[in-house]
């Protein structure tokens, strides 16, 4: 008998030993039905990994998102991507990369975003080797149905033998969109700047309420403070004027002038005011945008106030990403419909918006209120704008438009 049970026992022993060497590691994750998801257990993590993400900060945030709806929609999870640091996007040899937890917090994107989509690291994988790569595919012939066709493919059984499905050729920002602003903007909800990036913004946004206590005699710590996207540098002028040849459209570009006169406008500012122009400085051709501005109006900028060497000591995604944060805080925002940068700053502050429970989102009374400079609105003031959430897609935000919803 004694025998007989030692057997046994080796035998379950030696069974369970060959059963954890011959299956992979598995974990609890939600799996993904095309338009849901339904509680799983036991599925193994698989993984999408695209090319490095580049462009502007914006453009790069809208590539990730469209990155990770698409792991999403493959029951996969993406491989932390590389971001850009610089804008060059043409020279691959000068793209400056950077991780992406150099810039958002990883734990806190997964944390924020469990159950909806999630970002791996590379250590994460198991089998390096046990992947496919595919191209994406390009081209006018491919038209947003095929993608989808293509995307649908890969979900098959086919591909699901691979650990990692490597997508090769063009940028996510350039991938078609299959997916509401809603789903977008929960991407957008759970990117998090990390710390070392958050105590920069708070410096600035310190700064510009010490400057408000100053010309408003009151000590208070939250002088409240309006953030001015100012598109009016050489590249965006030049950019600009060929969009609106493009589109034949004529409300696209703005002058400073016509930027100041709106801005006078808006009814609920009272002065005195203090306004941060947020504007790439160095790409400036007229170094006169402190000048001009409505009695009562006191316009600051990084020059202004001695923050300069903070913005230098970062590459461009940096600095870009600390001007969002300060445009974010704003109790009023201003900017461009056409420029993405204004665009996602605005569907943020919309969310923040409705959280409060507003009834009238487009009323002058609203909390965290944002207008587009380059729409006219009542009286020559610049048109309120809200983004609306319940677009089927994100076209209007990718590319800039005129329709602001207010």
């Known amino acids: 008998m004694n025998s007989l049970v030692t057997k046994c026992l080796f035998l379950i022993v030696m069974a369970l030993i060959i059963r954890s060497l011959l299956l992979p590691n ?11 998801f339904i509680p799983g257990n036991n599925v193994r993590r698989k993984f999408l990994e695209v090319p490095q993400i580049v462009w502007g900060l914006n453009n790069q945030k809208i590539a990730f998102a469209r990155a990770c709806l698409t792991a999403r929609m493959l029951n996969r999870s993406l491989l932390m991507p590389s971001l850009s640091a610089s804008l060059f996007y043409k020279e691959i040899d000068q793209l400056q990369p950077i991780s992406f937890d150099k810039v958002f917090n990883f734990e806190r994107f997964n944390s924020l975003c469990d159950g909806f989509v999630s970002v791996s690291r590379y250590s994460d994988v198991g089998n390096r080797s046990n992947l496919i790569e595919v ?11 095929r993608d989808l066709d293509q995307l649908k493919e890969f979900s098959k059984r086919d591909y699901d033998a691979y650990e990692t499905i490597r997508v090769v050729g063009k940028n996510p920002f350039l991938w078609h969109d299959h997916w509401p602003v809603s ?18 913004a708070n ?24 953030a001015i996207h100012m598109r009016i540098e050489k590249d965006w002028m030049i ?11 004529s409300n696209i570009c703005s002058s400073k002038e016509e930027i100041t006169t709106r801005v006078a406008n808006i009814p609920t500012l009272k002065p005195p005011t203090t306004l941060y122009l947020a504007v790439a400085n160095e790409l400036l051709e007229d170094n006169s945008i402190l000048n001009g501005w409505k009695e009562g109006m006191h316009p600051i900028d990084k020059k202004r106030l001695g923050l300069t060497d903070l913005y230098k000591k970062h590459p461009y995604l940096i600095q870009a990403a600390i001007d969002y944060e300060v445009c974010l805080r704003a109790n009023v925002f201003v900017g461009n419909s056409y420029s993405t940068f204004s665009s996602l700053l605005v569907l943020e502050r919309t ?5 409060t429970n507003m009834s009238h989102p487009c009323g002058n009374n609203v ?40």
Do not use: M
């Not at 600035?204 to 002088?223: A, C, P």
């Not at 969310?351 to 959280?355: E, N, V």
């Open 183 to 200: 789903d977008y903007a929960k991407v957008f909800e759970c990117l998090v700047l990390v710390d070392e990036i958050l105590k920069e």
């Open 367 to 406: 909390r965290w209120p944002s207008y587009a400079y380059n729409i006219e609105g009542e009286s020559n003031a610049p048109q309120l704008w809200i983004t609306n959430l319940s677009d089927s897609t994100l076209q209007a935000i990718s590319y800039g438009s005129s329709s602001v919803s207010c």
């Open 351 to 355: 969310q923040k918006t409705l959280k």
């Open 203 to 226: 410096e600035v946004v310190s700064k510009i309420r010490e400057f408000g206590s100053e010309i408003t005699h009151d000590s208070l710590q939250q002088t409240p403070y309006v």
């Open 239 to 249: 950019h600009c004027k060929k969009l609106e040849q493009r589109s034949n459209v």
């Open 135 to 145: 191209q994406k595919g390009s081209g006018r012939r491919w038209t947003l149905e």
């Open 26 to 36: 598995s974990i609890s994750v939600r799996v993904f039905e095309y338009g849901e």
